[in-house]
C-alpha cells in the first residue's frame, strides 16, 4: 500500500502565461520532496493524443490544385476530438499513476475545453462539460491553477510560430480568458487565480504557497 495518497493537479491559461515553466517549478519541488511526479499535458499525453494534438493545432492535410491545404474540423468533431485524447489520457496515464500515489500536474485538461470550445467555439458548456465528464468518468483535479494575464500582453511572450488556436484573433483570445474566469467563479474550492502578470517567482510563490497546504 503507498504511504501516499496520489494528488491531481491542473494548470490552464491562454497561452503564453507561462504554465510549463510553473509546472516544472512544482515538479521539482514536489521530487525533492521525494514524491513520484508525473508531469504531462492535453492535448498529446499519450501515443493517440499525440497524433490528435497535431490534427487539432495544424489541421488535416488535403491535396489540392494549388498544392496542400487543410480541411476544416468542424466544431462538434473538433469536441469530440478534444474527448478522445482526453479518455485515453486518464485510461493510459492519469489514473494508473494516481492509483500508485504519484502527483499527477497536467499542463491543461478539461477547463481549456470549456474555455477555448464554448468560450471560443460557441458549442454550449453544457455539452461540453458533459461529454469531457463522460470520458473521464468523472475525473477532475483536486487543484486547478488558472494563470490569468491579459491575453494581448501573454500572447507577445509566445516564443513559436503560431498555432490554429493561437491564430484565432485577440477577440477569440479575450473570450476564452474570460470562460476561463467564470469557470474559476463557479468552483472556487477547485481553483485558484494566479495572477500571471508578475514574476516567474512571484508567481511560483503564490502556487507553492497555495500547494503546501494542500500537502
Known amino acids: 500500500m503507498n504511504m501516499h495518497q496520489g494528488i491531481f493537479i491542473s494548470f490552464e491559461g491562454v497561452d503564453g502565461v507561462g504554465k510549463t515553466t510553473q509546472v516544472n517549478r512544482l515538479r521539482d519541488e514536489l521530487e525533492a520532496m521525494g514524491r513520484e511526479v508525473v508531469v504531462t499535458r492535453e492535448p498529446g499525453g499519450t501515443a493517440l493524443g499525440t497524433a490528435i494534438r497535431r490534427l487539432l493545432l495544424h489541421g488535416v492535410p488535403v491535396e489540392s490544385a494549388d498544392g496542400e491545404a487543410c480541411a476544416d474540423i468542424a466544431p462538434r468533431t473538433e469536441a469530440l476530438l478534444f474527448a478522445a485524447d482526453r479518455a485515453q489520457h486518464v485510461a493510459e496515464v492519469i489514473r494508473p499513476a494516481l492509483e500508485r500515489g504519484a502527483v499527477v500536474i497536467t499542463d491543461r485538461y478539461c477547463d481549456s475545453s470549456l474555455a477555448y470550445q464554448a468560450g471560443g467555439?460557441?458549442?454550449?458548456?453544457?455539452?461540453i462539460r458533459s461529454l469531457s465528464m463522460w470520458a473521464t468518468d468523472g475525473l477532475l483535479p483536486v487543484r486547478t491553477y488558472l494563470l490569468d494575464m491579459d491575453p494581448a500582453l501573454s500572447h507577445t511572450r509566445l516564443d513559436h510560430d503560431e498555432d490554429r488556436m493561437e491564430a484565432a484573433g485577440s477577440a477569440f483570445q479575450r473570450r476564452t480568458r474570460?470562460?476561463?474566469?467564470?469557470l474559476a467563479a463557479r468552483e472556487p474550492n477547485r481553483f485558484?487565480?494566479?495572477?500571471?502578470?508578475g514574476t516567474v517567482e512571484e508567481v511560483w510563490q503564490a502556487i507553492r504557497e497555495d500547494f503546501v497546504g494542500l500537502l
Open 121 to 127: 467555439r460557441e458549442l454550449t458548456a453544457a455539452e
Open 178 to 182: 474570460q470562460a476561463f474566469l467564470d
Open 192 to 197: 485558484r487565480v494566479i495572477d500571471a502578470s
